[in-house]
């Protein structure tokens, strides 16, 4: 069975840090682009930051510096350090592994940046 599992999120105080996790049944992420997506009330759904299977990576200029994505591919899971955290950074934020036209999901996980 295909499955994104997200965990880690939570309620944080602003400068404060969080790792989320997404664990990855039912295919190897090795060849996969992943990414995380976050998306607040009224808001899009954002790109956040992306590894390549190459272990490149791209961050949206409001969490450069602050957040690291990495991938372990032996434990079939992408990480999102996350530091320096602010309000804004509220969302539920989402996995996504993405080969060619194929696109998988996880359901999410609050992340909440509030004093």
């Known amino acids: 069975q295909v499955q994104l599992v997200e965990s880690g999120g939570g309620s944080v105080q602003p400068g404060g840090s969080l790792r989320l996790s997404c664990a990855v049944s039912?295919?190897?992420?090795?060849?996969?682009?992943m990414t995380w997506y976050r998306q607040s009330p009224g808001k899009e759904r954002e790109s956040v930051a992306a590894?390549?299977?190459?272990?490149?990576?791209n961050y949206a200029d409001s969490v450069r510096g602050r957040f690291t994505i990495s991938r372990d591919n032996p434990k079939n899971t992408v990480y999102l350090q996350m530091n320096s955290l602010k309000p804004e950074d509220t969302a539920v934020y989402y996995c996504n592994a993405r080969r060619g036209l194929t696109y998988v999901w996880g359901q999410g996980t609050q992340v909440t940046v509030s004093s």
């Open positions: 039912g295919f190897t992420i090795s060849t996969y682009l």
């Open positions: 590894i390549t299977s190459a272990a490149n990576t």
